[in-house]
């Protein structure tokens, strides 16, 4: 993957058309975030006299019928390369079409596994509109069947070809939006940085993510601070990187069903678990450390996150995660937001994802997440 990263980086599409010539893009864009983010007329511009195809008509979480009636569209249209401008959905739903345009038979024994992605799609080329999910970063996209999550994934063909993260595209951003993006951004990057599966180029990434985030959330989301915005984009980038080697972990896992369920933005919906879930990974016990690395290297790895949240201890960096969340106008507790006792047991039901909890250098039992989420209730 190639990445032009910086104010004005946009301009970099236009090389790009000119060195493939495409006779028609297939363009695949958010409803509203396309003309208020500034792309619209930037990228149409650029377009000039280059057919263009643009799709639209899908939910923020992508549903395997958005995908199809895109895959339609996109056969339908000849394009001969792909662009994606938006937030994390938006490069999502451009990559599942992408790919399943191009891999023959069912595109639910994809999504599900029962079947392997041989065909690579076309060229795609990404550009978010937020800082949060780093999509364009990574080599897995999730589709939604139903109110189930499922994650298509390929190492080599969905990753994006291009990734070009202008900034400016993010300063018209909702601050709402700018706060659960940012806890996404931030949250991707602990994840990564605890995940069993995580590799000193992983940890690099995620390390300076969570620098960039501490130091300039808060301020990105307060004030139309553009330097805070153009490091948060910065973040979000290296959070996706970190994240397309190590994956995520429990509070991830934990998260799709707050959304799919009870509508929570999925930046809000992952961070609302952060907090407990560090306490939780530091106090792990001989029999139930998942990390082959062994116990002196997680007691390091979660002492070097309190660091990084400029903490002096797991509970007060657990403090400044949540009071960074309230300063930012995210609720921190299930009940706020709707979700009672039995709200709990359907988190528990549907967002208890083993694949995913195995990441956790912590094994995550049942109980013990009915008691983490008691905890925030």
Known sequence: MKEYF???????????????????????????????????????????????????????NPKLSDIEKGMQLLKESNSDLVIAVG?????????????????????????????????????????????????????????????????LAHRDFILPDYAIIDPRLTFSMPKEVVASTGMDALCQAIESYWSVKSTT???????????????????????????????????????????????????????????????????HAVALT????????????????????????????????????GARSVETARFKIIKMMGNIGLKTKLSELGIDEGGIEVVIKNGFNPDRVKNNPRLLTEEALRQILNSIK
């Open 201 to 267: 180029e992983s940890r690099k990434y995620a390390k300076e993510a969570i620098l960039l985030a501490v130091k300039n959330l808060e301020s990105s989301v307060e004030s139309q601070n553009g330097k805070s915005k153009e490091e948060m984009a910065k973040a979000a980038h290296l959070a996706g990187k970190a994240i397309n080697i190590s994956q995520t972990t429990a509070s991830h896992a934990i998260s799709y069903p707050i959304t799919s369920y009870f509508g929570i933005p999925h930046g």
């Open 274 to 309: 952060i907090p407990e879930m560090l306490v939780y990974n530091y106090n792990f016990t001989k029999e139930d450390l998942l990390d082959r690395r062994g116990a002196e290297y997680v007691k390091s790895t979660i002492n070097d996150l309190v660091k990084l949240l």
């Open 87 to 151: 937030g994390g959905s938006v490069i999502d739903v451009a990559k599942s079409i992408n790919i399943l345009a191009v891999n023959h038979g069912d595109p639910l024994d994809y999504i599900q596994g029962r079947r392997k992605i041989e065909n690579k799609g076309k060229l795609l080329v990404a550009i978010p509109t937020t800082s949060g999910s780093g999509s364009q970063a990574t080599h897995f996209a999730v589709v939604y069947t139903g109110k189930t999550k499922y994650s």
């Open 6 to 60: 910086g104010n004005s980086s946009i301009l970099r599409l236009r090389g790009i058309l000119k060195y493939y010539k495409p006779k028609s893009v297939f363009l695949v864009t958010g409803k509203s975030s396309y003309e208020y983010s500034g792309a619209k007329n930037l990228i149409e511009l650029i377009f000039g006299r280059t057919e263009f195809v643009r799709f639209s008509d899908f939910e923020v």
